[in-house]
């Protein structure tokens, strides 16, 4: 689902730089909501959400081909993930032309975990991004 104000100011006032990413519903409706978020003058804009019964790679496809119907150069869209497979599994299918970029909150997160002692290697990330 995508509010037409959001979509016509995407497609004449922001850059083509999307970020998508998931959070379980944890409330009476379980399930899964898919986001795509961009950012305008005052920093975020939601483009499109939807609702999906599980974080899979269907899911991902068909939300990514909602939105692809509403973007006018898909070539040109960079796309911000936290590298889920299920994610990449659909920009392939539906965007296989845009760029697939890296969130840092998540690799930080994943540095983190996987250099626990090391916490000049941490220090060196947020240098280096």
């Not at 040109?76 to 965007?95: E, P, T, W, Y």
Request: hydrophobic content about 45%; overall charge positive; glycine content about 6%.
């Amino acid at each position: 689902m995508a509010r037409g104000v959001c979509i016509e100011g995407f497609k004449t006032v922001i850059r083509l730089f999307i970020v998508v990413d998931a959070t379980h519903l944890k409330s009476k409706t379980r399930g899964v909501l898919l986001v795509a978020m961009c950012k305008d003058g005052n920093e975020m804009i939601y483009l499109a959400f939807g609702f999906a019964n599980f974080k899979c790679s269907k899911s991902w496809t068909w939300f990514l081909m909602q939105l692809c119907e509403v973007i006018l150069y898909p070539e040109l869209l960079v796309i911000v993930s936290d590298r889920h497979i299920c994610i990449s599994n659909g920009m392939k299918a539906i965007f296989p032309d845009a760029a697939h970029g890296v969130c840092e909150y998540h690799s930080a997160k994943n540095l983190k975990q996987h250099c626990r002692k090391q916490g000049d290697v941490i220090n060196l990330y947020y240098l280096a991004t």
